[in-house]
């Protein structure tokens, strides 16, 4: 999976930008959780059929906690762990989180 890891808040303006031209996904994933493990395990199995249709992004929430806090703030999504954002034309199209997390899912709302 080509994740583009994410570790500056200014990023977020480029990944809502990017949006316009093609999808952005946001996985906030924490490193010392298991269920957030099997998260990030089913989206890169899921490879295969996300990647030409979305772009996808790594925030690591242990070490950029306010990415996150300002991720609520600004696109008004409550924080959880893990967590998917789809954006498209500027807007939030999709969360899901835990066990929801399925790239199933995301890619029925691409279409």
Not at 6 to 24: C, E, Y
Request: charged content about 15%.
């Amino acid at each position: 999976m080509n994740w583009i890891n994410v570790n500056q808040a200014a990023q977020l303006g480029a990944i809502l930008d990017a949006s316009f031209t093609k999808p952005q996904l946001l996985f906030k994933h924490s490193t010392r959780c298991g269920i957030s493990a099997h998260a990030l395990e089913r989206i890169e199995r899921g490879d295969n059929i996300l990647s030409s249709l979305i772009d996808c992004h790594y925030l690591d929430l242990l070490a950029y906690r306010p990415i996150s806090n300002l991720i609520a703030e600004k696109w008004n999504v409550p924080h959880l762990s893990p967590q998917v954002i789809v954006l498209r034309d500027g807007k939030v199209i999709y969360t899901a989180s835990h066990s929801a997390i399925q790239p199933e899912k995301i890619v029925a709302q691409l279409v």
